[in-house]
C-alpha cells in the first residue's frame, strides 16, 4: 500500500481540522504495516489558486507542519513535505496538462463553486487544480488517497488522466501510473461551532469562544466548553432525541469522537444528565486527549529550525521517490533528455 494524501496550509487550527484530515492521517500512518508507506504533504502549490497573501501563506504552510507533528504524524515514518520543494510536482503537471481534457476539467464542482459568477476572472491554476492533484498522487504510484467525500470527484479525475495517459504513451505490460482509489472516511465527524450548533467550526468566525484551537491551554478549553451554547434540556436516551437540538448534537458528536465511542455509547452514560453534568465530563475529556498534542504545538510553532528539517528531509524523501516515475513520463512522452 502506499498512502499519499494532501491537505492546503491554513492557519489558525482548531478541533474540527484535528478531527477533519489530520487525526485521520494519524491512524493510517500508525496501523501501517511493514512495507507500505504514508507520504502527507501540504498542498501549498494549491493555494495560490485562489488570491492570497503570501505572508500567511508562508506561515501557515510553517503552522501546518507543526500541527502535524504535534498531532501524531511521525517524520520518521511517514514522509512529510510541502509540494513546493519538490519541484516533481509542478512538472508532472505540465506532463498531464497534455493528457487532461478541457471537458473533464470543465465538470468539475469545486472549480465551478469556487470561481462562482467570475469564471472570466478564476486564475488559470484553479482551473487545472485537479491536474496538479493528479500529479501529487499519481508521481507516487499512490495506491491509496485518503480525501474528503468533496475531493471524489478530483480522484477520479486522476484516474481518467492515469489511464489515458497509459493508454495513449505506455505499453498494456508497462503502465506508468498506478490508478488510485480514494478511501473517503465514513465517520467524518462534522464538529460545529460552539456558539452556533448550526454553522461549521471555523477559523473565520469572529468568535474565539466558537472554537477550541491547537493552541489553546486546558483553563481556555475548560472555559469555552462550559460556554458553549446549549438548550435547557436534559440529555435524552436515544440519539432521535437530539434531532432538533443542534448544539447538543454537536456537543455529544464531539465527546463520542473524541472517545472514540458512539453517540449511543454517549448517552447510555449521560441519558437525564443536564449539560451542568456533562460540560465538565466533555472539558475533561478534552483537556486530556488534546493536552499534549496542544502544548508540542505552541513549543514547536516556534521551532523554525526544527520545521525546517522537517520539510528537507521529507523533501529528500519525496524527490527521491518521485524520480522514476517523472523520467518514466517525459520518456514516455518522447521529451528528450540527456541520459539519467
Ligand atoms: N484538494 C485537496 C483538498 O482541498 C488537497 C489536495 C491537494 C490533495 N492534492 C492532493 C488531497 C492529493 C489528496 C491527494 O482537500
Known amino acids: 500500500m502506499r498512502i499519499v494524501s494532501g491537505i492546503q496550509p491554513t492557519g489558525q487550527l482548531h478541533l474540527g481540522n484535528y478531527l477533519g484530515a489530520i487525526r485521520n492521517w494519524v491512524r493510517m500512518q500508525d496501523e501501517m504495516e511493514q512495507g507500505s508507506e504514508c507520504l ?24 501546518m507542519v507543526a500541527a502535524l507533528t504535534a498531532c501524531g504524524i511521525d517524520p520518521d515514518r511517514s514522509i512529510l513535505f510541502n509540494q513546493a520543494q519538490v519541484p516533481a510536482h509542478a512538472e508532472l503537471q505540465w506532463l498531464l496538462n497534455g493528457t487532461a481534457r478541457m471537458g473533464w476539467l470543465n465538470r468539475m464542482t469545486q472549480f465551478k463553486d469556487k470561481s462562482g459568477k467570475n469564471r472570466e476572472g478564476a486564475s488559470i491554476a484553479l482551473f487545472t487544480y485537479p491536474v496538479l492533484q493528479a500529479a501529487d498522487v499519481l508521481l507516487y504510484q499512490a495506491t491509496h488517497v485518503p480525501v474528503g467525500e468533496d475531493q471524489k470527484q478530483h480522484l477520479e479525475l486522476a484516474r481518467d488522466v492515469a489511464q489515458k495517459f497509459n493508454n495513449d504513451f505506455a505499453s498494456e505490460d508497462a503502465p ?5 482509489d480514494a478511501i473517503i472516511p465514513p465517520d467524518a465527524a462534522r464538529i460545529m461551532s460552539l456558539r452556533d450548533g448550526t454553522s461549521k467550526m471555523s477559523k473565520s468566525d469572529p468568535s474565539d469562544m466558537s472554537r477550541i484551537n491547537l493552541t489553546d491551554d486546558a483553563d481556555t478549553i475548560m472555559q469555552k466548553v462550559k460556554k458553549a451554547k446549549t438548550d435547557p434540556e436534559p440529555l435524552p436516551s436515544e440519539v432521535e432525541g437530539l434531532a432538533g437540538r443542534p448544539e447538543a448534537n454537536n456537543l455529544v458528536g464531539i465527546y463520542a469522537t473524541m472517545a472514540n465511542i458512539t453517540p449511543e455509547a454517549v448517552l447510555a452514560d449521560f441519558a437525564g444528565k443536564g449539560f451542568g453534568a456533562f460540560k465538565p465530563a466533555l472539558g475533561e475529556l478534552l483537556v486530556e486527549t488534546l493536552g499534549t498534542i496542544t502544548s508540542r504545538f505552541v513549543e514547536l510553532k516556534q521551532d523554525r529550525e526544527e520545521l525546517d528539517a522537517i520539510l528537507a528531509k521529507g523533501a529528500l524523501k519525496a524527490r527521491a521517490l518521485a524520480g522514476p516515475t517523472l523520467n518514466a513520463a517525459y520518456d514516455a512522452l518522447g521529451l528528450v533528455r540527456s541520459h539519467h
Open 40 to 63: 502527507f504533504f501540504l498542498a501549498d502549490l494549491h493555494a495560490i489558486s485562489m488570491p492570497h497573501s503570501p505572508a500567511e501563506l508562508h506561515a501557515a504552510t510553517l503552522e
Open 176 to 180: 506508468v501510473f498506478t490508478l488510485p
